[in-house]
């Protein structure tokens, strides 16, 4: 929790801090969660999650050529300012793309407009973004959410570096 509110007070994400955190970091349909470990202490966290019928998922769908009960949403992924630009954030995606691999899924993903770090993390390794429109959860301002599909299995990723150690939570 607490590298959770470090990351909110320092970069805004989450956007809005949630009501309850724990609660947050567990997201409904959620197939499992990693962590990244530095030196004995957490790093980062992503979570994936099975996809839930709706407009999003049917974008996702439509763009990525299978249908929903074949994707798995990466969220939750955050990284450690003492962490970053040492690949923590690009391990603990590419771990869990290989998550969802494993379970015969293709990674899919929204984001908001104001996660630029993130957004270019996507980029890098690969993942297209196929739709944008306004968040509507935003409170009291626009924002645009984007949504991105992963690199096929067999499109290749961006290489790897030497990632952190992870674990699944």
Request: with cysteine.
């Amino acid at each position: 929790m607490r590298l959770l509110a470090d990351v909110h007070r320092e970069d805004g994400y989450p956007t809005y801090w949630p009501d309850d955190p724990v609660d947050w970091l567990s997201p409904r349909r959620m197939l499992g969660a990693l962590v990244a470990e530095e030196r004995g202490r957490i790093a980062g966290h992503i979570a994936l999650a099975a996809v839930a019928s709706g407009r999003p998922a049917a974008t996702w769908s439509e763009a990525a050529g299978v249908p929903t009960a074949g994707l798995a949403s990466i969220s939750r992924l955050f990284v450690a300012h003492d962490a970053r630009g040492a690949g923590t954030g690009a391990a603990l995606l590419e771990a869990a793309c290989i998550d969802a691999e494993r379970r015969g899924l293709r990674a899919v993903l929204d984001v908001v407009e104001t996660n630029r770090d993130a957004i270019r993390l996507y980029e890098r390794h690969g993942w297209r973004r196929v739709h944008s429109e306004p968040w509507s959860e935003a409170r009291g301002e626009q924002l645009t959410l984007h949504y991105f599909v992963s690199a096929r299995p067999d499109e290749g990723r961006a290489p790897r570096g030497r990632p952190p150690r992870t674990r699944a939570g």
